[in-house]
């Protein structure tokens, strides 16, 4: 749990929006040892997650040297910009604990061209906020959702590597914690044809799968023909794909269909899966903190979230 005050904040987050693309943050606590190659993984999470973010609250200065490390991740990584350009931005009413207020927020877009069905498209989203400073204290949502930012930012290196047979929107949304704002101002106003999108991949809450050993996989009963494509990739480590949270037998906290920003496009009819882990004892409290990530569990899932990708990107429109 941290304490930090708001006015002590303001001068950092202008000093990160300068410089959070390329200039480690001295203060985060240093990442764990990571295998190679997944070092970037964690590093990405711990800047997130940052006290310097401050929660990254949408329309807060957090939240924009958050977006401006994503930005600069893209960029480095080699993902263009769509055709409207790299940021969308918006305004909307959303939620807080004082009742609706009007959020300016901003969405951020990469494109990776396809290699087989270049006109059809794979929408890979998480959001990069949280719900920033509460009396004093700061949420770093580490695991909510800088891990699921972080898993979508290793994929898209993945497929800088190797080039998807389908086209990829990557895309960094803003506004989940208010009213899943960012992902329904994407649907009503997409880049490219709401009809040419296959499916939306969403991440949310990737790296604390500690508790039960599990990234649960939500909507294949909405989509079964998903799951086949999916139920025979092996566990990697300690971490398997579940299947479920989304029948009509799931109630309350356990149905997860409308829990995050794949929510926006279930309802706009468009197909999707959620990867996420189950709620655990730092779900949306100062302590969700980068701290208690187990990497060896965090780089498991991820690479699973990755071998998901891959099985649906080669079965897609065959």
């Known amino acids: 749990m941290r304490h930090l005050s708001l006015a002590a904040l303001s001068p950092v987050a202008a000093a990160l929006l300068l410089g959070a693309c390329t200039t480690p943050i ?10 190679a190659g997944h070092a970037q993984l964690l590093e990405d999470v711990r800047i997130l997650s940052s ?3 401050a929660g990254r609250d949408t329309g807060a200065a957090g939240g924009a040297a958050a977006r401006a490390y ?5 960029d480095a990584i080699g993902v263009a910009a769509p055709a409207m350009g790299r940021e969308q931005p918006w305004r909307a009413v959303g939620r807080t604990r004082e009742g609706p207020k009007e959020f300016n927020g901003v969405n951020v877009i990469g494109v990776i061209p396809g290699t087989r069905v270049t006109d059809r498209y794979i929408v890979v989203t998480a959001h990069y906020d949280h719900v920033g400073v509460n009396d004093g204290q700061v949420f770093n949502g580490a695991d909510d959702n800088a891990s699921g930012v972080a898993t979508m930012l290793a994929l898209a290196e993945d497929l800088k590597r190797q080039a998807p047979d389908h086209s990829v929107l990557i895309v960094a949304l803003d506004g989940e914690e208010r009213g899943l704002l960012g992902a329904k101002h994407f649907v009503e106003a997409p880049p490219v044809p709401l009809e040419s999108i296959a499916m939306n991949l969403n991440f949310d809450m990737t790296a604390r799968a500690d508790t039960d050993g599990k990234l649960w996989v939500t909507g294949t009963y909405q989509n079964p023909t998903f799951r086949p494509i999916l139920e025979t990739i092996p566990a990697n480590g300690a971490v398997a794909l579940a299947f479920g949270k989304d029948t009509p037998e799931d109630k309350g906290e356990d149905n997860w269909v409308e829990s995050s920003d ?8 468009v197909p999707f899966l959620y990867f996420g ?5 730092d779900y949306h409290r100062p302590s969700d903190d980068f701290e ?4 060896s569990v965090f780089i498991s899932a991820t690479e699973l979230s990755i071998a998901g990708f891959r099985a649906l990107d080669r079965s897609l429109d065959r």
């Open 277 to 281: 882990v189950n709620y655990h004892p």
């Open 292 to 295: 208690r990530i187990t990497p």
């Open 26 to 35: 001295a203060e985060a606590p240093a990442a764990p040892a990571a295998p």
């Open 51 to 53: 006290d310097e973010m």
């Open 70 to 74: 994503v930005i600069g991740r893209l």
């Open 262 to 269: 794949h929510a926006a496009f279930y309802k706009a009819q």
